[in-house]
């Protein structure tokens, strides 16, 4: 890995509308909605299940794990973080057992399919098979049979890659992250994408 310096990225504001949303249980856990961050007219839109944590318990931003990985492999492909968008199936961090599918089944449609209709970005990349089965809305579908290729979900090009913290927990896995994302790159570049 070349050396790179991590930071946290601009959080995407919370449509004022939105804000109090309780549609589905997870309000009740306490964590705070996270919209998404980066650039809203990035090309590029990345999915995972559900924020990170932005701020310590004393209120101090950080950069979490997630985050590390995730920009390290954006900067070694050569893409910026201008081109880049990060959103999540659920907007709030689940810190206590929820119920799953119904919850971001809700979340979801609630959500996410508006936010596509707003952003719509050439390409969408799901990260780990919450992401990738919920976005896919197929439960039978994973990161292994679906990455290195390009398929066509709610109109737009998706492809997926690993979870970040699956290769914070198997580095091994890095090199088939790098792969991924240079799928990506390489087609941003190919079809000429501009924002
Ligand atoms: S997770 Fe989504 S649907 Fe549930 S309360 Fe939060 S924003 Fe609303």
Redesign the pocket.
């Known amino acids: 890995m070349t050396s790179f310096c991590p930071e946290i990225w601009p959080e995407d504001t919370t449509p004022a509308i ?1 804000l109090d ?4 249980g ?2 009740q856990q306490g964590t705070r ?1 996270i919209w998404g961050e980066g650039n809203p007219k990035a090309p590029i839109m990345v999915i995972l299940d559900n924020p990170g944590a932005r701020e310590d318990r004393e209120g101090n931003t950080m950069v979490c794990g997630t985050r590390q990985t995730l920009q390290q492999a954006v900067h070694e492909v050569g893409l910026s973080k201008d081109q880049i968008y990060v959103t999540y199936i ?3 961090r689940p810190v206590r057992a929820y119920d799953k599918e119904q ?1 971001r089944d ?2 979801m449609h ?2 996410l399919d508006e936010q596509l209709k707003l952003q719509k970005p050439a390409l969408i990349l799901c990260l780990g098979n919450v992401a990738v089965q919920s976005f896919f809305e197929n439960t039978e579908v994973d990161v292994k049979s679906l990455r290195g290729s390009w398929h066509e979900v709610k109109g737009y090009q998706t492809t997926v890659a690993y979870h970040p913290l699956a290769i914070r927990r198997r580095p091994n896995l890095y090199t088939l992250f790098l792969e991924d994302f240079t799928f990506v790159a390489d087609k941003l570049v190919n079809n000429k994408y501009t924002f």
């Not at 949303?21 to 589905?24: G, I, K, L, S």
Request: aromatic content about 6%; hydrophobic content about 25%.
């Open positions: 939105e949303c309780q549609d589905c997870l309000y909605m659920l907007k709030r919850t809700i979340c609630r959500h």
